[in-house]
């Protein structure tokens, strides 16, 4: 079993700021571990992207799964706190995480180009108006946490209908996006496989008043 990051070095004032890993986080997290022998199997010194890292506790996951002198990690967020304490998360685990300040991959997709190995987003998933998503947003605080518009999904539309998930894996490369019932996670696989991925739920169940999923998309 892979342990938990200690997220003990960030107080109550950063988790005021930053989102504080929740059942969403954790069922990513078991994804992944779900997938650590098939991960390890097929990647030795893999380029990992997280968008949305938050405290930055699944990019340092993902790190011990592959040995924490492995790979590269980019966690990137809106949010500067979170940029912040991801960097301090891998620092307080032994990891080293590039932290950038940018909206989804702004400015990175034409490096990051067919360079992905994996690709990992928990999104602002809750359905909410859309003028209140625009609002977090533009604040870039931790109603950006939450606030995915109208169906829940508008930053992962971005991603999937631009293309931008099938542009940045490498052939084999791996995302895993969270998603609840309301985001209708089998509408997300079947637009993911239009773009010529291979798709499919990979983890479901439900934590308090939501049905959690995790989406697995594979560049073949
Ligand atoms: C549900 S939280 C997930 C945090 C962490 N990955 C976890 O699982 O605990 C969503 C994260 O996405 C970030 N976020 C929201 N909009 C974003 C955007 N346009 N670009 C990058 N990150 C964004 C938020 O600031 C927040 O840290």
Redesign the pocket.
Known sequence: MIPTPSTSHLTKEDFRK?????E??FI?LDALEADAEALTRSLSAPLCV??????????TFLSQIFGSNTGTYIA????PH?NRCTVTTGKANGVHIEAIR???L?GLRSRLRGNVDVL??????VPTEEEEEAM??GK???E???AGGATGTR?VDELIDDGVISDVLAEGGRCYL?AIKQNDPQGLVRRLKVQGLEAEVVLARRAGGEHLHVVRAIKP
């Open positions: 930053v989102y504080e890993p929740a969403d986080t990513l997280e968008i949305g890292s938050g405290s930055g506790i699944v990019t990137i967020d809106l949010n979170a940018t909206s989804l702004s990992l987003f928990n999104p602002p998933y977090a947003q870039a605080g931790i950006g946490s939450w930053l969270v």
